[in-house]
């Protein structure tokens, strides 16, 4: 058994594709998740204790029935639209929610998490790829949420030693091979499993917001990374924080852009149906591209996507919309 690790939000989407990926090397996994977005039936891979972030009497239970190694923290609300129409929901269960695990973890003596965090700190980019050096400028409550969440684990490090690893994920996507596990937001906002849902025909048509960027096609260019990519860093960056005192962050992304209109090909191409489509005006707040530069979790984590490719991102998410299990 290679230790006690907790997945916060571990019932979510990336949250329960990491718990068994834990499972997997040998970890003993505990998830703690509210159910709030996520679904009991995606956590199968070790012990699941609900509760909340905001709960501290059930974060103090939860850290006396474990004596944790590293905590994985994938716990937040997501929507971009909501956090502009709900600033306070936002910040209380992103920002108050981690103080909260902060400080049972620090009540506990536990000195390793790792934080998802997101490239929308970076606001509206100055550069076509994004280094982590870019300016961070979040443009709404949920990108600023995640932000302020980096620097409190920075001024952790700096007072108490905290080790910890944020990773800003591009657009995740895909399935687990397997065709078990795979995303199921309510209501879904990201745009592979839409357009999956188009080409099965659970919905009319797919919503293409803006065709007048300044890209190849005119709509938006994404850097999509697949789900188990993401997780095989997220388990180098254990190794990592043993070596490597200190606040770490890395962009993980593919390093690709693709358009709007490539994925939509892309998934026709895949599931060998038509996906209808219209034109509406731009949605604000959307950048024209946005691509990760991650050069420096490749150079200093030793990651590697293994998917490489559009369509194996998206084949293993058809697998999985064919057949949703929840
Ligand atoms: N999906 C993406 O493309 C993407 C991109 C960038 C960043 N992220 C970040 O990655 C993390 C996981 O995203 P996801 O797509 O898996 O989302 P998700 O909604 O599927 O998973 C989040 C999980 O956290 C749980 N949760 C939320 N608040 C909680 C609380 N207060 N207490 C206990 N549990 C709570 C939810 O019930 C859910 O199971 C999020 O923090 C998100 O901001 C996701």
């Given amino acids: 058994m290679a230790g006690s690790v907790l997945v916060c939000g571990g019932a979510g989407y990336i949250g329960s594709h990491m718990a068994r990926l834990l499972a997997e090397n040998g970890y003993d996994v505990t998830v703690f998740d509210n159910l709030k977005t996520g679904y009991r039936a995606a956590v199968r891979w070790g012990r699941f204790v609900a509760g909340d972030l ?20 994938f716990a937040g609300l997501i929507s971009v639209a909501e956090s502009v129409a709900q600033p306070a929901a936002y910040y209380r269960n992103n920002v108050e929610g981690t103080l ?17 965090s997101t490239a929308a700190v970076y606001g509206n980019p100055i550069s076509d790829v994004i280094d982590e050096s870019h300016p961070k400028a979040p443009i709404n ?3 600023w949420s995640k932000r302020m969440v980096e620097q409190i684990l920075a001024d952790y490090a700096a007072a108490y030693g905290l080790r910890s690893v944020c990773f800003r994920y591009f657009n995740a996507a895909g399935a687990h091979p397997d065709g078990t596990m795979g995303e199921a937001h309510d209501p879904e906002t990201h745009l592979v499993p839409n357009a999956l849902r188009v080409a099965q025909g659970e919905l009319p048509e797919l919503r293409v917001f803006g065709r007048d960027y300044g890209t190849p096609d005119g709509t938006c260019v994404r850097d999509y990374v697949h789900i188990l990519d993401l997780c095989a860093a997220h ?12 606040a770490s962050i ?20 895949v599931t060998g149906k038509p996906v209808p489509h219209s034109f509406g005006e731009r949605r604000a707040g959307d950048a024209a591209t946005l691509v990760a530069d991650s050069r420096l979790a490749r150079e200093r984590l030793g990651w590697k996507p293994a998917f490489a490719d559009l ?5 293993t998410a058809w697998r999985w919309q064919q057949n949703r299990a929840y």
């Avoid at 388990?235 to 200190?246: C, E, H, K, S, V």
């Fill in 141 to 143: 409550p949920y990108g």
């Fill in 311 to 315: 369509a194996s991102i998206v084949e």
């Fill in 250 to 269: 890395f962009n993980l992304g593919s390093g690709s852009g693709f358009s709007i209109l490539d994925v939509i090909r892309t998934v026709a191409a």
């Fill in 54 to 73: 905001l709960d501290p009497a059930a974060l103090k239970e939860l850290f006396a029935s474990k004596r944790f190694e590293v905590v994985f923290h």
């Fill in 235 to 246: 388990l180098a960056a254990i190794d990592w924080m043993n070596q490597t005192p200190g």
């Fill in 100 to 116: 909260n695990l902060l400080a049972a973890m620090q009540a506990a003596a536990v000195e390793r998490i790792v934080f998802s």
